[in-house]
């Protein structure tokens, strides 16, 4: 071999070989890539900062894992400081070059370049091969730790424990509160959650079960008058233009409410109160519901719900409670105390409540944050709700099988935690609201200053008066006519020139306009606000449009979507039902003649203001009163009749039940056992509804009030009997409109859910069994024997 051919093959070898340097130290970086990615945390033992949940093991095998790393990375250096020497420049001759070229082949020439890389991917697979074996111990004995502790309980008394554990194997990481808890995405922390933090899974015998917080019921306190306000104002704050109407209004009215307070303690003396904890959660007030009020307070827009909240919050205060208020949903996770995350989660602690009062917007917002704790807490809501919620609404189930589900109901409430403006809803609770009461010398200049000819409309914004023009000109050629529509800079078109539009006026200034006005006429909208109610008391009579048909979800857009099928006589139906002549006037505008009449009768009629005792301040604390101190839909009710009782009542063919002297209405009998309940049994009065007929409307006739808490009390075939139905058969049947009589089958109709017990609802097909109650004169919530 020539000198020639020596260095050509040279150069071709050292070409050849950093091509195989780069392949090399590709394969190295890979392979150790590889090996850090497979082991990465898997050769440390448990740390101190673990999780108390979670099982760590230590991975056996560590010494000889690093052993074989160690292996891989000297022969890689060899390799690469070998390609280093050959490839950099030098003065040495060709033949030093040549005994450095043939001392590195003969490092390869045993096996052979081919064979040599082979090895190595060789070694590579057998180091696999001793990882997965490890992997394989560290898993099982993870497995063998936790097995022993962890393993899903089969308790028959927890039967979503399985399925709720598969949930959060899948679901943990969803919301960051499941992390709060301390889940960490192992059995034992799934198990420990939902044992300890919710309640589908039963407690864990190997957990310190001391850890747990004992819950202690805070020691009862009494409850005692406040009349200063002065605190309250400090609550509501500022920042609002609906937070400065409601302290205006509590400012206002802070005297009346004293004085109403005053004399309320004084007809509970020796009555122990407990004080309450309550949270007013105003959810339409909030950012996070768009608070479309507040900007309209000064420009016209709806104030009702407003004055029912000041006075809500003002009642709540004076009663003497615990009161906490809130205006935004950051303010509501300060008060409940909710986790950080999305909202699947319990509160972190006992609900630090014994009540709490929101309305629709706040409800869902409940829900939203307190996510599986509403559930558990939902019997202490009590929701503000304006126009009403039936129970076939309410029911969720009931209500999307059979056609009621709408954007607001479906919650699954004792319809009595609804709370209303007006007593329209028996199956509700009625909450109201007060009006500014007079003094006797006040009401006698109110008297001596009345403007005979003088007619204020009900109507604050413009479009309120389109198309009332007939009826606007008729009045005219009576009465000099005045407003209070808001505008800005130029008077509404909508309003006509004779006129006199004073503009919105603050509620003092509107105030002494109805004190001088001799009539308050509605046009028909809004229903069922405060206003009139205002202009009555401050001598006003009001004259309103009735409805032929009436209003209702079923026909009119206002009312579609709204819980409730109610039917709306007039503008105003408590005033037509309650009040009634000579303060207020019912009658069909689309009569010219009528209207007229209606006019000239008012001018002639001198009438003394009025305001019925409920919406006085003293009506509406004690109402209040009531309702805290006896609705509690926490407890269980005792079932009835009894479990196991003999249900023999004296032997007589009426059971319970007997005959109201010179009727047929029937009462709870006084020789038959009383049972607990408010209102008590002594109020009861049953009886049957015509075919088609609710039973609102047939206590109404009767001059009762439909009382649903005492369904429980008429729902046995004894009432049947003793209202003479005679019942070919008696089924059980989940039925808003039951329990009931069907005179075309003679079956006889039990309730088997008591949330679908519903005074309202009728049926063509059915006579209902209507549970009545008397109630008192100015405050139709509370019986007579109520407090």
Request: aromatic share 10%; charged share 20%.
């Amino acid at each position: 071999m020539t000198s020639g051919d020596l260095s050509m093959m040279t150069r071709r070898c050292l070409l050849t070989f950093k091509p195989f340097r780069i392949f090399v130290v590709g394969i190295g970086f890979f392979s150790l890539c590889f090996l850090m990615t497979s082991l990465g945390g898997q050769f440390s033992a448990k740390r101190p900062v673990d999780s108390p949940f979670t099982t760590r093991a230590e991975v056996f095998g560590g010494h000889e894992s690093r052993s074989v790393l160690k292996k891989i990375s000297d022969m890689l250096e060899v390799i690469m400081k070998r390609m280093d020497a050959l490839s950099r420049p030098s003065n040495a001759t060709e033949s030093h070059k040549l005994d450095e070229l043939a001392s590195v082949l003969d490092r390869f020439q045993p096996i052979g370049l081919v064979e040599r890389i082979q090895a190595i991917a060789q070694n590579m697979s057998d180091m696999a091969g001793r990882v997965e074996q490890i992997l394989q111990r560290s898993i099982a004995s993870k497995r063998v730790r936790e097995g022993t502790l962890c393993d899903i309980p089969k308790d028959p008394r927890y039967p979503d424990c399985p399925g709720k554990m598969d949930w959060m194997r899948s679901r943990w990481t969803s919301d960051p509160c499941y992390a709060f808890y301390g889940v960490d995405g192992s059995d034992c922390s799934f198990l420990v959650y939902l044992s300890e933090v919710e309640w589908f899974c039963p407690p864990l015998a190997w957990r310190n079960q001391t850890a747990t917080p004992t819950l202690k019921t805070p020691p009862r306190q009494q409850a005692n008058f406040r009349f200063d306000t002065g605190a309250l104002l400090e609550q509501v704050g500022t920042g609002k233009e609906s937070l400065n109407f409601m302290r205006r209004r509590i400012r206002r009215l802070a005297a009346q409410w004293a004085s109403a307070a005053r004399r309320l303690d004084d007809k509970l003396r020796g009555h122990w109160r407990d004080e309450k904890r309550i949270l007013v959660h105003v959810g339409f007030l909030t950012e996070e519901s768009g608070d479309v009020f507040s900007p309209k307070v000064l420009k016209g827009g709806p104030l009702g719900e407003m004055v029912q909240w000041a006075d809500i919050l003002t009642a709540l205060y004076v009663l003497g409670h615990d009161l906490k208020i809130s205006v935004s949903v950051k303010e509501l996770h300060g008060f409940l105390g909710v986790p950080p995350g999305r909202g699947s989660c319990p509160l972190s602690g006992p609900l630090p409540f014994d009540l709490m009062y929101t309305d629709y917007h706040g409800l869902k917002q409940m829900k939203q944050h307190l996510g599986l704790s509403l559930k558990k807490h939902k019997c202490r809501i009590r929701v503000i709700d304006t126009f009403g919620t039936e129970p076939a609404y309410n029911h969720e189930e009931y209500a999307t099988l059979h056609g009621y589900r709408t954007n607001w109901g479906y919650w699954n409430l004792n319809s009595q935690q609804y709370m209303t403006m007006f007593p329209h809803t028996p199956d509700n609770s009625f909450m109201g609201f007060v009006a500014e009461e007079l003094n006797d010398t006040t009401r006698m200049n109110i008297q001596r200053n009345k403007v005979n000819n003088m007619a204020l409309v009900y109507g604050k914004e413009a479009n309120m008066w389109k198309g009332k023009e007939t009826f606007l000109s008729i009045l005219h050629r009576h009465m000099d006519i005045h407003g209070t529509v808001y505008y800005e800079t130029q008077r509404p078109p909508e309003v006509p020139a004779f006129v006199k539009n004073h503009g919105l006026l603050p509620p003092r200034d509107l105030q002494q306009l109805l004190r001088k006005a001799k009539l308050f006429v509605g046009f028909g909208f809004p229903y069922e606000g405060p206003a009139p109610l205002e202009a009555i008391a401050n001598g006003c009579v009001f004259l309103q449009p009735k409805f032929s048909p009436a209003h209702s979800s079923l026909n009119h857009d206002f009312f579609r979507g709204k819980p409730t099928s109610r039917e709306v006589s007039s503008q105003h139906p408590y005033a037509e039902q309650y009040i009634g002549r000579p303060h207020v006037i019912t009658i069909d505008f689309n009569n010219t003649q009528e209207f007229d009449a209606a006019i000239q009768d008012v001018m002639k009629t001198n009438v003394q203001p009025f305001l019925p005792y409920e919406y006085t301040s003293e009506g509406m604390l004690e109402r209040i009163h009531a309702y805290i101190h006896n609705q509690d839909f926490c407890s269980p009710e005792a079932p009835f009749p009894p479990v196991n009782s003999s249900r023999v009542w004296q032997g007589t063919p009426l059971a319970p039940f007997m005959l109201l002297p010179n009727s047929s209405v029937l009462m709870w009998a006084t020789n038959a056992t009383s049972h607990a309940s408010w209102p008590p049994l002594s109020s009861l009065q049953l009886l049957a509804s015509l075919q088609d007929q609710s039973c609102v409307k047939a206590c109404q006739d009767a001059g009762l009030i439909c009382e649903p808490a005492l369904y429980r009390f008429v729902n046995i075939k004894e009432a049947f009997a003793a209202l003479d139905f005679q019942c070919a058969a008696l089924e059980s049947e989940t039925n808003h409109l039951f329990p009931a009589f069907s005179a075309e089958t003679a079956e006889c109709g039990l309730q088997e859910d008591p949330l679908l017990f519903s005074c309202a609802g009728a049926s063509a097909k059915y006579q209902r069994l209507c549970p009545c109650r008397d109630y008192r004169d100015g405050q139709v919530a509370l019986c007579r024997d109520c407090l």
